[in-house]
């Protein structure tokens, strides 16, 4: 059997500050698994740990960040122990990253031309006219307008959503199998954003490279996303098929989160999820989510919920994710009519 493409099992990722005294767990037991095609989308709270799980798939955690625990298998194969030399020869050329920054993929001292090139000319041995070649239909596909032009150019001259576009050519370009975009859109105003979203998917579809999408943003992960991953406090609380989530999410955080998003034509009080996420360095016992959850029991301020399985690829973390509508129909006001369209506007 084929191994999936990509496989995330138990992932945790740690920050150490004032000499270990602080750690921060920023991404744990995170996992998730993407079969060939499709697309996954990833979303969460401002600093539940979505770029530091990104930057451990890919091997490019900061100084003072590890992967503490679990693995993470492209074809069958686990990158987290690889010697270092080793991951080099697969970043890039089997998985690549876009950064949540495009400046910080850039390097403002070398024209385009050259940056595009360079994952094409190390790890797939391009050279000349074909390398040449290469970099203008890279350019090209991600709608770089007169690109034996603007290959000549350096980032600067670039507009915002040009270099976001050039850092997508160059994840792209030794036709790596997995692109991981962290939030590739922020800096983007809405309609380039849209473009660049359905140029991604494009390109995915003509070239089936694996996706995964980092956003907050729900309207995103409906409308471009076959799969989602919710993370709540640095975990993966629930995943599963986006039509399902949006249907009938399982943990408290992923329902809430769903209504807490204005659709268009309802006239339903928009969901509050009361208080702030925990402090990483800090997490309370038993579920994260528990302190702000309105289905909260004892049992889960003491102990930490199971993964279930609710169907077959629909998991979630919570003593309360059996059952078959939205978890929080019983106690949200309008009950479970939100969002049963499984679209919401952008
Ligand atoms: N270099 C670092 N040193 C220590 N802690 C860090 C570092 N970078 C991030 N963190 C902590 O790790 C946690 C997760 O950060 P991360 O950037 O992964 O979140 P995020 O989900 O990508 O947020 P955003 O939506 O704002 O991009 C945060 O609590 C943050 O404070
Ligand atoms: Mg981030």
């Known amino acids: 059997m084929t191994p999936p493409l990509l496989e995330v099992r138990g992932l945790r990722t740690e920050y150490r500050a004032f000499g270990g005294t602080r750690v921060v767990?920023?991404?744990?037991?995170?996992?998730?698994?993407?079969?060939?095609?499709?697309?996954?989308?990833?979303?969460?709270?401002?600093?539940?740990?979505?770029?530091?799980?990104?930057?451990?798939?890919?091997?490019?955690?900061?100084?003072?960040?590890?992967?503490?625990?679990?693995?993470?298998?492209?074809?069958?194969?686990?990158?987290?122990?690889?010697?270092?030399?080793?991951?080099?020869?697969?970043?890039?050329?089997?998985?690549?990253?876009?950064?949540?920054?495009?400046?910080?993929?850039?390097?403002?001292?070398?024209?385009?031309?050259?940056?595009?090139?360079?994952?094409?000319?190390?790890?797939?041995?391009?050279?000349?006219?074909?390398?040449?070649?290469?970099?203008?239909?890279?350019?090209?596909?991600?709608?770089?307008?007169?690109?034996?032009?603007?290959?000549?150019?350096?980032?600067?001259?670039?507009s915002g959503g040009m270099r976001q576009r050039i850092a997508g050519a160059i994840a792209l370009s030794a036709a790596p199998k997995v692109i991981i975009a962290d939030e590739p859109t922020t800096s983007l105003d809405v309609t380039i954003q849209a473009q660049y979203l359905d140029l991604l998917k494009g390109l995915q579809r003509d070239t089936g490279v694996g996706l995964v999408f980092v956003t907050h943003d729900l309207g995103i992960v409906a409308k471009r996303c076959d799969d989602v991953v919710v993370m709540y406090a640095g975990r993966a609380v629930e995943s599963g098929p986006v039509r399902t989530i949006f249907e009938r999410a399982r943990h408290p955080y992923a329902d809430a989160l769903l209504r807490s998003v204005p659709t268009m034509g309802s006239k339903e009080p928009l969901f509050r999820i009361e208080g702030q996420p925990p402090d990483l360095a800090d997490l309370p016992p038993g579920c994260s989510f528990a302190p702000r959850c309105p289905l909260v029991a004892d049992r889960c301020l003491e102990q930490a919920p199971p993964t279930l399985e609710i169907t077959p690829g629909h998991r979630a973390d919570c003593w309360f994710a059996q059952g078959s509508g939205p978890v929080l129909d019983a106690v949200a006001p309008g009950g479970g009519a939100a969002h049963t369209n499984g679209s919401t506007s952008t």
């Open 25 to 158: 767990r920023a991404g744990d037991d995170v996992s998730f698994t993407r079969e060939r095609g499709p697309t996954i989308g990833r979303v969460g709270d401002s600093g539940c740990g979505k770029t530091t799980t990104c930057l451990s798939l890919v091997r490019l955690l900061p100084a003072g960040a590890q992967v503490t625990a679990g693995e993470v298998l492209l074809e069958g194969r686990d990158l987290t122990g690889l010697p270092d030399r080793e991951m080099q020869q697969i970043r890039g050329r089997e998985i690549a990253m876009i950064l949540q920054d495009p400046m910080a993929s850039l390097n403002p001292l070398f024209t385009v031309y050259d940056q595009v090139r360079e994952p094409a000319y190390h790890h797939r041995a391009m050279r000349g006219a074909a390398l040449r070649e290469r970099v203008r239909s890279l350019l090209g596909s991600v709608r770089i307008p007169s690109p034996e032009r603007r290959m000549k150019e350096y980032p600067h001259q670039m």
